[in-house]
């Protein structure tokens, strides 16, 4: 299993990285960056299916420990309700893991080969060779040149590892939901901080050109964070208000959708309904579709929408 | 109360951590990030057999009984030594992964020198060649080194333009190497002025040159083995054979034909001369790192799943003559011919040891072991 793994998708990327490299100007460090962007890109349509369920779950949490509150001594209907609420909502629970786990290998055997390629002694440099391709170009441009900007790639490099941190934490922020909840805020604020810290220290243990991955990719992250659900807590952090591009908008949605059907509504982008197509789409400020017409927002609410659209001038792509 | 409070929280948090550590330690050990651990071969000189070992001890031998003479541990914390020993005068010659190299005496073990003396050089892969009382090595920092062997000082440095693992080949005055900048140079023994160097091949060039019959043999990473004048450096020919992978170990040659190992698992027989095939490649189904050697007109090749075959020169018909990769030991190091013996040194994450085996009749003796501690 391991060789099937090891001959498939790591050779893959690792003898992509080498040929991609030869076109780089033999740095290894612009490879890296690069492959990410084009992993990244290719991963696009999931990284978005992944952030619209993450943020609808967030949504739903205030609603869900409602739930648990009233059936707190009934876990048989706890569950019967809450899955009604996810029906009700149109999504599924599962919306958030697949996505990321479709991903995870990918990054895994990326992450690998930066690992192999980058190898440092003569043992792992000597295991290296059964891993490549008979192209001519992996031949001719093996080794690797291990330098890029201020740091060697094979070495730890401590700037780069509190770069990895700050990127993380940063990344972290966008995606922590705003919750009156202490338990869920201590929770929060928990994994911000931990996950920094944790991958900070595996930086300082890694080779750079790993630590350079994560930069990378948190970079990259944030990007499409940003295109679709905004800045998310780092807005918050920095108005006070409880929202991202959209955040004005979305605080009177709260406003006026009480009413636990209007969830529905609300998410029904996640799961389209064969009604959504059949109805027709509109586009909210933050790019989201959203239903018009029958199951979509109150009148009122649509010339909130259409007059926040106006005010923040935020012109979005459509799909 | 607080933690009474909080006890699901600290409960994902604990479980969080577990997997981001079982995960980083998992993803690490799949990539094999373990530390170097040297494959030092063995060289004989007057019946005393030395050997680095994996351990970083300098060790040696007496051939006839295989009792332990001394043995020595190079550095303060263990040293990965790859290249094998070089005896010259009475003093033992090692490189260490440490970018040192020692200086030891051959008959009671002492340490006598040390080079650099405050310092470390980049690590030192390949083996070393001593002349006329000097001591010649390449450096990964990309740098030929000649030392004084009687005072271990340096008389000259030569820099190529990137990193050396190759063990030089000296004929005459002159010193063969071959570089990671995909170029074979050939320099003056005297005071390290290049003479020539040769740069047609397309990679990356980690294996020894040969020398024979005043040509250079040399393999690279662009899977051709190139036949090079020794006297000027031009090309003499190319391997019509592309191999399957990188030419690593030292090739050997036999009237007039040379036989190169490849990491394929194959050894590519071609006519001296010409560069052509003199007869279909030996496919031995595993990589092939270690060097060859030649033992009463057989070619001992081993292969790293601890395999060893002979080679008869004659019909190029190859036979298993002993297989001491049973225990799961590997073969990386160069093969030391002795006098109808040969004598491996093969390593398993636990433990290093050499066998003694016979060119003609394939019993094999363990001669050492060490087993392996901290590694």
Sequence with gaps: MLELWNAGPVALMLNSLVALSHYLFGSFGLTIIVLTIIIRSVMYPLTVKQLRATRAMQELQPKIAELQKKYAKDKQRLAQEQMKLYKESGMSPAGCAVPMLIQMPIWIALFQSIIRVLAVTPEAFLGLSKYLYSWPIVYSTLPLGNNFLWFNLVNPDMPLAILVGATMWLQQKMVTPVTTDPQQRSQSQMMLWMMPLMFGFLALNFPSGLALYWVASNVIGMVIQYFVTGWGGLARSRAGIPAGRDGALKQRIAQVEQSPSRITAMEADIVESPSTQEEGLGYGASGDKRQVGRGGYPTSLRAIRRQSRRSKGHRHKRR | ?375
């Excluded at chain 2, 190497?177 to 003056?188: E, N, Q, R, T, V």
């Design chain 2, 1 to 375: 109360m607080w933690i009474k409070h909080n006890r699901r929280l600290l409960g994902k948090v604990l479980l969080l951590l577990a997997i981001l550590l079982i995960g980083g330690v998992t993803v690490s050990g799949c990539v094999g990030r373990s530390p170097p651990k040297g494959w030092s071969g063995a060289i004989i000189a007057d019946d005393t057999l030395f050997l680095a070992s994996v351990e970083g001890k300098l060790v040696a031998l007496n051939t006839s009984d295989g009792s332990r003479l001394w043995e020595v541990s190079l550095g303060t914390s263990e040293v990965a030594i790859y290249g094998t020993p070089v005896v010259e005068g009475d003093l033992v010659y090692v490189g260490g992964y440490n970018g040192r190299v020692y200086a030891i005496s051959s008959s009671t073990g002492d340490k006598r020198r040390v080079y650099p003396l405050d310092d470390n050089l980049e690590p030192i892969v390949g083996g070393m060649v001593a002349s006329q009382g000097k001591v010649y090595f390449g450096c990964s920092d990309g740098k030929v080194y000649a030392l004084d062997a009687a005072e271990v000082y340096k008389e000259w440095e030569f820099q190529t333009g990137d990193k050396i693992w190759s063990t030089p080949a000296i004929d005459g005055e002159t010193i063969y190497i071959g570089s990671f900048d995909k170029k074979l140079y050939a320099l003056d023994a005297i005071d390290g002025s290049k003479k020539w160097e040769f740069d047609e091949a397309k990679g990356a060039i980690a294996s020894t040159p040969l020398v024979y019959e005043n040509t250079v043999y040399i393999g690279s990473f662009d899977r051709y083995l190139y036949a090079v004048d020794a006297t000027n450096g031009s090309l003499r020919w190319r391997s019509e054979v592309e191999a399957g992978s990188w030419y690593w170990a030292k090739p050997v040659a036999y009237n007039n034909v040379i036989y190169a190992p490849n990491l394929d698992g194959k050894v590519y027989i071609l006519d001296a001369m010409s560069g052509y095939e003199v007869g279909d490649a030996v496919d031995l189904g595993s990589p092939i790192s270690s060097w060859p050697v030649v033992v009463d007109g057989k070619v001992i090749i081993a292969s790293q799943e601890g395999k060893v075959y002979s080679l008869d020169t004659s019909n190029n018909q190859v036979g298993l003559l002993a297989n001491v990769g049973d225990g799961g030991e590997k073969i990386y190091a160069p093969l030391c011919a002795g006098d109808e013996v040969v004598y491996i040194h093969t390593q398993t994450s636990k433990h290093d040891t050499l066998y003694e085996v016979n060119a003609k009749t394939g019993v094999k003796r363990e001669l050492w072991s060490s087993s392996l501690s901290s590694k």
